[in-house]
């Protein structure tokens, strides 16, 4: 009997996929284990100071400036130094200080006159107010100077 071509292609697929290779073999698995280092324990010293370079900046910095256009006559600290509140930092020019105070005092007596004026009926409240306003700067900057 004679196989037609047509039959052939599928009896060779069968027949290879019932082939056995194996051929009775086994493979070993085979652990592999970590390799590991052994060492002696010794005492050593370890440097326990270390030098490094680096910048420190203030958290906060402030200008410190006049609050008056004045002459300063001593500055009683340095850049750089560490300042508290309250802390003399200059000493202002005494002529300063004699202006500023014959000013106040000026402008003390007009007030009261302006006081005294409006309480008789012949001034304005106005003018009282404006007074009082100029009085309270002129304190402020004659204090700030002392």
């Given at each position: ?15 290879t ?30 440097p ?79 003018a ?19």
């Open positions: 009997m004679k196989m037609k071509p047509y039959y052939i292609m599928p009896l060779a697929m069968i027949m996929a019932c082939g056995n290779d194996d051929k009775g073999t086994v493979t070993e698995v085979k652990d592999e284990l970590p390799q590991v280092e052994i060492s002696t324990v010794a005492v050593e010293s370890v326990q100071i270390k030098e490094y370079t680096a910048n420190v900046e203030a958290e906060n910095i402030n200008n410190i400036s006049p609050s008056a256009p004045n002459r300063i006559k001593s500055i009683a600290v340095e850049v750089g130094d560490p300042v508290r509140r309250g802390q003399t930092l200059v000493v202002m020019d005494g002529a300063n200080i004699t202006q500023s105070k014959i000013n106040l005092d000026q402008i003390e007596r007009e007030y009261n006159r302006a006081v005294q004026l409006l309480e008789i009926g012949a001034g304005t409240q106005q009282v107010d404006q007074l009082k306003a100029q009085l309270d700067a002129a304190r402020s900057q004659y204090d700030n100077l002392l």
